[in-house]
């Protein structure tokens, strides 16, 4: 209802000068600056206002207090007088006028202050009166604190102790009776067990019986109900935070040389013990099924060179099944001018299309392959006759494939896609930076279907466009290649699996310091964590393509969204050892709870929004043994690099290595 106002203005009187007598003086005029109902005013507004609130009433001088209680009155729809008590304020200016009790709700009241009302030297008042309405006022929260300290809503809030108390202040008294009904502490679905208490007439206290979970979001939450049973309006009330780390080992400390080793054997077991049982291969991940991947299969080959140097597997059961897995790739699985698919059927050997129109060859994720197998090849004993044939077969796969068919007509570049139902369609150009190095190296490598250096040149750098010419640079970090903060960081590990980036150099860049640096630059940027996520410290980082809470992303500084993946930083060990070590102790010994499982550790993590990965990525895991091996050995650099045709093929490029 509008307020009604009515302004009832006393007549000032008129003086005429009688005879020789000099004129009486016009007496001073004071001003009514503010008239308002608790904190809202009834001078100018339309809201309905308060029924428990004083009426607070400002003048411009100080009042004479013996003339206030004659002069303001209120009275209720039927002309009844409300008593009122007076107190004052800013040095009597302002008077704090207090109903005997809380006014009716939904009533009219008008609030008289006549001409009898004067200041303290004699200033005069017209007088008015206003009629005003009265509601039902909500019930709000004015203040939470969280262990004595004043929460801020509008920031996430993180590092919350375990057994913290939060303490809830209402605009109005409330008994911990009426709100416990209405109050939770919840992780997920799940309420928490608490001891609620009376800290002050209008303060509740909120507290967990046991000690909340770490890296965790908890909601307090206080419904809406909670009004209705006041007969009062409330909104409702809910209050997200995040607990601190809880950094109790889950496990037994153990070395650094053991962990290595531990995190090595029990990610081999992905490619060992969930290798497809007809093919040998990778499945993509751990719920394809049937669904295996060329390029982490490529990844698993070189893991059973290390799972037979490291003991995981016997000399003779890792043979037998890099026979198995050579074999099905040459005489069962599709191929496309002697490319291989990026997903095949594990049984059959079939293409399963990888998206629309990507039902051919795949020439980034054969390169991976190619890597793998002449990785191999390179292991092998020729003497023995088993590994004879087996040296045979990958040289026949790796001579089939045709580099050169894929630059579409002899241009300069190489195309990522070819299928035999859309041609070219999807028309992807291979360009740098990023992680497919490996293509182009590959072949030009090649001593079938080589490229010339010109398709490197116009085609990979893009004519050197791939340069950070204007060197610029991210937390004190310069990048020789691309002006962004590096992208995500698989593009310093797929292709380096075997390509050996220490002392790799040409025109273009120094590729250890490409590496290294981007591997810096993602750790400085979840150390300064500018989107604020939970769980974004120096030991707990790396963003790179994997799982996450909304799906399978390709994640990286310029596309953060709060989720961490192990393989990351710890694919990164050879070039940030120390911080990927400590990254992996971390994972392992404080999140291993739930991040470690059967094959290692899980794809990735967001503990912004309380979630873990239950899945492993064939090219996910590859990297982290690969890596941990090169780091610890340099066992796939050096056999890989030992190929003369990748020795030819990089001089073909004018790429050095020393």
Known sequence: MN????????????????????????????????????????????????????????????????????AITLINEEAAPIPLTFSYLDNDKTISASPGANLDIDKSYTITISDAIRGVSGEVFPGVAITFTTSNPPIVITGTKINDKLIDKNTRIQNIDLRPTIDIAFSEAVTVSEVTD?????????????????????????????????????????GSGFGSAKERPFDGYQLPFYTKLDSTLKFPEISDEELLTKVQEQTFKYFWDFGHPVSGLARERNTSQETVTIGGSGFGIMAILVGIERGFVTHQEGIDRLDKIITFLGDDADRFHGVWSHWLNGTSGQVVPFSANDDGGDLVETAFM???????????????PQEAEIIDKINDLVDEVEWDWYTQNDQNVLYWHWSPNFGWEKYHRITGWNEAMIVYVMAAASTT??????????????????????????????????????????????????????????????????????????????????????????????????????????????????VIT????LSSIPYTPEESI???????????????????????????????????????????????????TGLLWDLFMSAPEVQSGLEKLEITYE
């Open 182 to 222: 209405f109050m939770s502490l919840n992780l997920g679905g799940a309420k928490v067990s608490t001891t609620n208490s009376q800290l002050m007439d209008s303060i509740i206290r909120l507290q967990p019986d046991n000690d909340l979970q770490g890296w965790r979001r908890y909601n307090f939450l206080i």
């Open 582 to 632: 400590k990254a992996m102790r971390h994972f392992y010994f404080i999140l291993g709870d739930r991040l470690w499982g059967e094959y290692g550790f899980y794809d990735s993590f967001n503990p912004t929004e309380n979630w873990y990965a239950s899945s492993y990525l064939a090219i996910d895991q590859g990297p982290i043994i690969l890596m941990i091996e090169n780091y610890r």
């Open 449 to 562: 279907h080589s490229i010339e250096k010109e398709v490197y040149q116009s085609g990979w750098s893009r004519d050197g466009d791939m340069v950070n010419s204007g060197n610029t640079s991210h937390y004190g970090y310069t990048l020789p290649l691309r002006t962004d903060r590096g992208g995500p960081l698989f593009f310093a590990h797929y292709s380096f699996l075997g390509l050996d980036p220490r002392n790799l150099s040409d025109q273009f860049a120094n590729y250890w310091t490409q590496n290294v640096t981007h591997s810096q630059i993602n750790q400085a940027y979840c150390i300064a964590n500018p989107q604020r996520y939970v769980g974004y410290t120096d030991y707990s980082w790396g963003l790179t393509a994997s799982d996450g809470d909304s799906g399978y992303s390709a994640h990286s500084p310029n596309n953060d969204r709060g």
């Open 566 to 569: 192990p393989t990351a930083a």
């Open 370 to 384: 190619i890597q793998g197998l002449i990785t191999v090849r390179q292991y092998l004993d020729t003497s023995d």
């Open 3 to 70: 307020i009604k106002l009515v302004i009832l203005l006393t007549s000032l009187l008129t003086f005429c000068a009688c005879g020789q007598e000099e004129p009486e003086e016009t007496p001073v005029s004071m001003q009514l600056t503010a008239l308002r109902v608790g904190t809202v005013s009834i001078l100018s507004q339309s809201e309905t206002t308060p029924n428990n609130q004083p009426i607070i009433i400002s003048f411009n001088v100080p009042l004479n207090s013996s003339t206030v209680e004659q």
